[in-house]
DNA sequence: GTAAGATAGTCAACATGGTTGACGAAATAG
DNA sequence: CTATTTCGTCAACCATGTTGACTATCTTAC
């Protein structure tokens, strides 16, 4: 076993990366709120786009992040409430209410990969392509496979 | 400005640097799990570190941690609570009340430090040292300087 | 020395996001 | 037809954050 570079501690690692992504996404929503989506928060995106084209259910989207089909539900609420969701009855399925993005939502999601291009783009420029691909490379290797998982306050605060 | 990387989207970026955040602190309380700690959360580890040695307030917690005062006084709660944390009075100003790191928050800090060099260990085992001292770098030069700020469950949710 | 202002901590009410348990309605299996 | 499963919701609760109001105490100004 290596033993650790005594000049780097292991604690900035962690540090580095929650800061990194914390830029980003405070970047994106900067920009998101100019181009008339301020109501947009972090998880709101990421619940987007696993709702997807197709839309979903309330319990398939819980599956899918990794929460329970009633947090799932209540989230759907939300954005139901500022119009990023709508919520159609299934003739299929008496049971099932289908989840769907909205214009305004689907205007949302388009932005923010746009954006986040951009915001990619700009990391290229400072730090050079060939280190920015190494980082996504390095984190593809080292991070957990079942990385898309939102319960991300729950998880951090327990 | 330069053009997107089309083989790369923007968007996995931020994902993937969640994905190296988790992952890290995931193995983290793990670890920390098995070595008698399976109280620590994410988030009470951030509030260790930032009350440090020579104990604080929570009024001065909360500005350390970009938190209200209360906020900072109820997550104190829970962790003296699970005897990681205790309160002190304050022999020159009654109004105070000193956070100090118990002898059980103290092994948790220290364990914590040790686990962190040891994770960051393995990544230059597997990616090279030069590549994990790159990736420190870059992100230290994309992050924004202000990232000490532990508001996570409430920037992340809204 | 006292009055006024600033500061520390707490309490209360509320929002957001998470959980588990219970339950009715509807689909499916036998 | 009946039994089981599935979907959605309701209710209660926990953890984290917020703002506003309040008391107690320290500091400053006169």
Redesign the pocket.
């Known amino acids: 076993m290596a033993t650790a570079d005594p000049v780097r501690p292991g604690f900035a690692l962690p540090l580095l990366l929650l800061a990194g992504f914390r830029t980003l996404i405070d970047d994106l929503h900067a920009e998101l709120a100019r181009e008339g989506h301020p109501e947009l ?1 972090p ?2 995106g990421f619940v987007l786009q696993a709702v997807g084209a197709d839309g979903t ?4 989207l ?1 599956q899918r ?12 609420d ?1 954005l139901v409430a500022v119009g990023y969701l709508e ?1 159609v009855d ?1 003739p ?8 769907r993005v909205t214009p305004r939502g689907a205007d949302g999601l388009r932005r923010s990969a746009e954006i986040f291009d951009r915001l990619r783009a700009q990391w290229t420029e400072t730090l050079g392509p060939e280190r920015v691909t190494a980082m996504e490379d390095d984190l593809g290797t080292m991070a957990s496979a079942n990385w898309f998982r ?5 998880w951090f ?2």
């Not at 939102?150 to 729950?154: A, E, I, K, T």
Request: net charge positive; aromatic share 0%.
């Open positions: 928060r998880l709101h259910t309330a319990t398939e819980g992040l990794g929460i329970s089909k009633q947090a799932a539900g209540k989230t759907v939300r919520r299934d299929s399925d008496a049971r099932r209410r289908l989840v939102l319960d991300v306050p729950g605060g327990g």
